[in-house]
């Protein structure tokens, strides 16, 4: 793969921003930072990062049935992290230069931002979607391995795309749960924490190849604190 020229990943793969004023049970542990990293910084994330060796399409079991992701994903970080029913060993913060090496650098500007610890974040699952056809369904991090109360801390690299949060079922009275929405651009922070994952889930829906084409990179910074503990806190 070339690397590829920016200025075509910021198309708009999203529409325009639309928030849900009616959404009452606000997800007040959602920090949206729509500019956090400069163009260029973006720009220079993307070129270290989108040829990455680490990046492998895997397969998930879905219904009893093996299907690939419907996405890239990697792993960085010193940690294992068992996400679905993936358990890939990460790559360590020297292991896939430039990338490891700039997204732990990344890191450290995020945690000393949110006011944490250096080292805070000790693996990153890394996603990337090669157009709207790459998509992540509805889920939350809940994995017992990060906590009860986890930092999730996403960056957004290239094309901007739509994410989507949600109660889950189990909170919500009705069929349809409202939905709020963000617009994740070539910059962009969102940081999740609190009592985020158990009560809500949240997506990143799929877009028609005609109206996004273009790639987007999504690294997800995140403490796992119980590397033994493979379960989900309950669904
Ligand atoms: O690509 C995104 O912004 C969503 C990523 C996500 O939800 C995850 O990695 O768990
Ligand atoms: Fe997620």
């Not at 793969?13 to 009452?24: E, H, L, P, T, Y």
Request: with cysteine; hydrophobic share 35%; glycine share 6%.
């Amino acid at each position: 793969m070339r690397p590829r020229d920016a200025n075509r990943l910021n198309s708009l793969c999203a529409g325009d921003q639309k928030v849900n004023s009616s959404f009452r049970t606000a997800p007040e542990k959602i920090t949206f930072y729509k500019h956090f990293l400069t163009k260029l910084e973006a720009d220079e994330l993307l070129q270290a990062t989108v040829d990455a060796r680490s990046w492998a399409r895997t397969p998930v079991t879905f219904f009893g049935k093996k299907v690939l992701q419907p996405r890239d994903t990697a792993f960085f970080g010193t940690k294992l992290y068992t996400y679905s029913d993936e358990r890939r060993q990460p790559t360590g913060w020297q292991d896939d230069p430039p990338a490891s090496t700039a997204l732990h650098e990344l890191g450290h500007r995020i945690e000393t931002a949110l006011g944490l610890p250096t080292e805070w974040f000790n693996v990153i699952l890394a996603n990337r979607y090669h157009n709207g056809r790459d998509f992540m369904g509805w889920h939350s991090d809940n994995e017992r391995s990060l906590g009860d109360e986890p930092i999730i801390a996403s960056i957004s690299i290239g094309a901007q795309r739509r994410f989507l949060v949600r109660l889950r079922a189990a909170y919500h009275t009705g069929d349809t749960p409202e939905k709020i929405e963000y617009v994740l651009e070539h910059g962009s922070l969102l940081v999740m924490s609190g009592k985020m994952q158990s009560f809500y889930q949240h997506s990143l829906p799929k877009v028609a190849l005609s109206k996004c084409n273009s790639l987007r990179l999504n690294f997800t910074y995140r403490r796992v604190v119980n590397e033994s503990d493979h379960s989900k806190n309950q669904e």
